[in-house]
């Protein structure tokens, strides 16, 4: 009896210990875990939440709230009116003016988004061979100068250009070469006010691709170069090919996001040039009829569903885009 | 060999060197008009202002105009300094806050294996897809019901975090190579002196263009203010050369309000010139032999 209980005793210590100490064991890996997760993690989400959390408050909420109110009826006054998807039926059966908006954006994001995409690039690898820092910083000042200044002086130089009456430069060398008797009113005539809104956004699209393929091209290696040289690249062009171009893949992704958004949303330019509404509605965008119904009708709600079509469109170019430039295999 | 061959490439490129420097200073002088308009025009005597058709360069420049600036700003309430302290506290707060905001964020999205980081990137790049003039009235609504009205607050916060900022940051930071990052990791560096001592001197390209991005629309930005401050003391800069301008059509002050534009446009060159110098300087890469 003695020996049986002194087993059991030594068993049951011998368990009671064991499992003790096991499960300090387990408590301890379980910390070490975690520590090592947090270790491995924490800090990342750390550094991440800053962004995170403002562009929470200060934009992903106000875009659920606009997509909210696309479905709504909203004049600001009264509180929003359910309407289901009424504002998108309307939208795509009844709007004649929506349909000449998508017409116009379309045009012009084909032919400005892309025209000024690639002279963005083609100024910055130009400006880039040259050697002479001076030189370069003074043209690089040049060509950004359109984003820098204000409106008026823009607005100015190009009524310059394009005045409608004779004193207007172009209009000017027309009618003194013979082309023309009688001056063309380019920003009132509705054939002319597309082409003169793209010339002038090309032209003011020189600005943010510009300096971001800049900043890229100075990041390319030198040796690649020269192992390109060695490799055979005979002339400039192989050379951009093989080399500089797919090493500025994350920036060329970033200036065409760029030029998909600011060519799908052109706005200003727009009525800058033309007035709002433009003459037959011929330079009438997107955003112009989503500005239309926003703060001038003041029905808030089709202008969400206006905005959120937008979105589509710009989304899905988008992923497109992405997919196209993906740098997922380089690093 | 090499040498006569290089003699022989300067020789046959000088014509076409000489012909594409003049075609590329065109084309700059072309694009810099705007900007040559606006210093000469804050320099006319107030003849040659109202000149139809506009004249480029001045013919007897002046000093009056600023002169005029000076007694128009002295009647109002506020010295015009205090236009400028504002201008200047919001828009270096801005632009520091979101380098560094942005930058932290888009590292970690760009170097770092975390779960759920490229839902996070895919909501950004969503954000800056969605048109800006539809979200204005909600952003006020957020601001509003914050309380954030009528302070500093709601001019510098909403615009710390922005999609385009993080966009191009992390758009650089994938093309910081690894073994940089793992060296520095090996050598027993933690996530906090991996960034500031490795990563941000590498992309200072990055940094600076966009320094030169957002101060340039932080400065010139007259929408915020116009919604969210009412006091007048606390206005910014564009604000005041509106008030000085008098609205559209008002030609009284045009002397005024062209040397106001030229204060104006002043710091966003001086920060451009400052901001590229550092872009353009060319970078070593220490010793990673890809």
Sequence with gaps: M???????????????????????????????????????????????????????????????????????????????????????????MDDDI????????????????????????????????????????????????????????????WLYFFSGDRYGLINHLLIRMGFITEPILWNMDSDTIMPVVIIISIWMSMGTGFLVFLAGLQNIPKELYDAGAVDGIKNHFQELWYITLPMMKPQLLFG???????????????????????????????????????????????????????????????????RVFSSKDMY | MQNAKSKRLRKRFSFGWFMFYTFLTALVAFTSLPLVYMISTAFKPLDELFIYPPRFLVRRPTLQNFIDLLTAVSSSTIPFTRYIFNSLFVTVVVVGGTVIISSLGAFVVAKYKLPGVNWIFGIVIAALMFSTHVTQIPSYMVINKLGLLNTYWALIIPKLAVPYNFFLMK?????????????????????WVLFWKIAMPTLTPAWSTLIVFSFISNWNDAFSPLIYITSQAKKTLPLALQTIAGGPGVVARSGAVAAATFITTIPTIVIFIWMQARVLETMAYSGIKA
Aim: hydrophobic share 55%; with cysteine.
């Design chain 1, 256 to 322: 065409a996001v760029d030029s998909i958004v600011k060519s799908f949303g052109v706005f200003d330019i727009a009525v800058s040039v033309a007035g709002m509404p433009s003459p037959n509605y011929a330079a009438h965008t997107i955003v112009a009829h989503l500005y239309d119904y926003a703060f001038i009708r003041f029905e808030m709600g089709y202008a969400a569903a206006v905005a959120v079509v937008l979105f589509m469109l710009t989304f899905l170019l988008g992923r497109v885009v992405m």
């Design chain 1, 98 to 157: 929506f349909l000449i908006a998508i017409k116009n954006t379309l045009f012009f994001a084909l032919i400005a988004g892309p025209v000024g995409y690639i002279m963005s690039f083609i100024m910055a690898w130009v400006l880039n061979r040259i050697k002479l820092t001076r030189v370069r910083n003074i043209f690089a000042l040049g060509f950004y100068a359109p984003s820098i200044t204000s409106g008026i002086a823009m607005s100015v130089v």
């Design chain 2, 171 to 191: 758009q650089f930071c994938e093309q910081m190579p690894n073994e940089l990052l793992e060296s520095a990791r090996i050598d027993g560096a933690n996530d």
């Design chain 1, 2 to 92: 003695g020996g049986k209980g002194a087993t059991h005793n030594m068993l049951q210590t011998i368990l009671v210990t064991f499992k003790g100490q096991g499960l300090k064991c387990i408590l301890q890996r379980r910390k070490q875990t975690i520590t090592k997760g947090w270790k491995k993690y924490g800090m990342g989400y750390l550094f991440l939440s800053p962004f995170v959390i403002l562009l929470m408050i200060f934009t992903v909420i106000p875009v659920i709230i606009a997509i909210y109110l696309s479905f709504n009826y909203y004049n600001m006054l009264q509180p929003p009116r359910w309407l289901g998807l009424t504002n998108y039926r309307i939208l795509f």
